[in-house]
């Protein structure tokens, strides 16, 4: 089947995941391809077997899952985490969804809840379990709107992408670049194919343009 949704099961709790394991298999549509315990075991069988989405836990040894769901979006920008956390608190929430998570459920949910959700954010979605809802709002009206930050985070540019970018917005080369941030010309080279990748974009005329446009660079 082509609409097939491939997942690694990433939770240190072996019945648990056992549990959600036996759950899943009763869905058609969604094959699960491997299970981890650990954050860096996720990374590895990701590696190793490939997914489109990642079901992750927070809490777990060796790496939890907030920093093995930045290196997800980070190394595998294809492929999608979902939180699934016994965590109530805005705090884990934030730090999911700043990590690059596209969608955070809380373990009480019912299977037909998470199923839902998977083929959601498999989707390119998003799902936030209704509890939680409330904190999200509250969360958004603390940090306030930053039309910058926002489409940095839509675009899952780095700190060094986004130096990058400005400096695309002169007319340094890639030497002189790498000479001012203490890095190889190679690397900026790698760093310039990235933003090009996210922005969707072939030269160095057409990110200038479009990151003008997004308001993620200025013409000062």
Known sequence: MSDEISIILADDHVLFREGLAQILDTEPDIIIVAQASTG?????????????LVVMDISMPDMDGIEATKMIASEYPNVAVLVLSAHEDSKSLFSSIEAGARGYLLK????HELAAAIREVAGGGSVVSQSMTPKLLQGVREIGYDPVQTERRRFNLSDREMEILE???????????????????KTVQNHISNVYRKLEVNSRTEAVMKSLELGLTSKD
């Open 167 to 185: 400096a695309l917005a002169t007319s340094k080369s890639p030497n002189q670049i790498g000479r001012e941030l203490y890095i190889s010309t």
């Open 40 to 52: 860096r075991e996720a990374l590895s069988r990701l590696k190793e077997k490939g997914a489109n």
């Open 108 to 111: 009480d949910s019912a299977p």
